[in-house]
Nanobody, 124 residues
Framework: QLVESGGGLVQPGGSLRLSCAAS????????IGWFRQATGKDHEGVSC????????YYTDSVKGRFTISRDKAENTVYLQMNSLKPEDTAVYYC???????????????????WGQGTQVTVSS
């Protein structure tokens, strides 16, 4: 099971760090992706990290602002989000998913089976 946390309300230009913690299994062997869904919109692939940590992906709108990382000791994947913008407002989810451009640009999952995610609201 993956559990997201770290969301909240932040002003434009602010920062948040999201956590994706695993329970019952080790994240080390999995590619992990972060996805988000804004109100009224489809799920969007935001970032992912490969199982070897050698490859990372960022959607264009977050490049240079977001950083994905893995802490094996904590069994957690993080998404550091800086210079947040109102358009980053969404519910953010993490999932074990192939870290490929195809997966991230056209995510097709049983989203209904995902957890509740963590809400990020960027507003002044």
């Amino acid at each position: 099971q993956l559990v997201e946390s770290g969301g909240g309300l932040v002003q434009p230009g602010g920062s948040l760090r999201l956590s994706c913690a695993a329970s019952g299994f080790t994240l080390d062997y999995y590619s992990i992706g972060w996805f988000r869904q804004a109100t009224g919109k489809d799920h969007e692939g935001v970032s992912c990290i490969s199982s070897t940590d050698r490859y990372t992906y960022y959607t264009d709108s977050v490049k240079g602002r977001f950083t994905i990382s893995r802490d094996k000791a904590e069994n957690t994947v993080y998404l550091q989000m800086n210079s947040l913008k109102p358009e980053d407002t969404a519910v953010y989810y993490c999932a074990a998913a192939p870290c490929t451009i195809a997966t991230m640009q056209n995510p097709k999952f049983d989203f209904a089976s995902w957890g509740q995610g963590t809400q990020v609201t960027v507003s002044s």
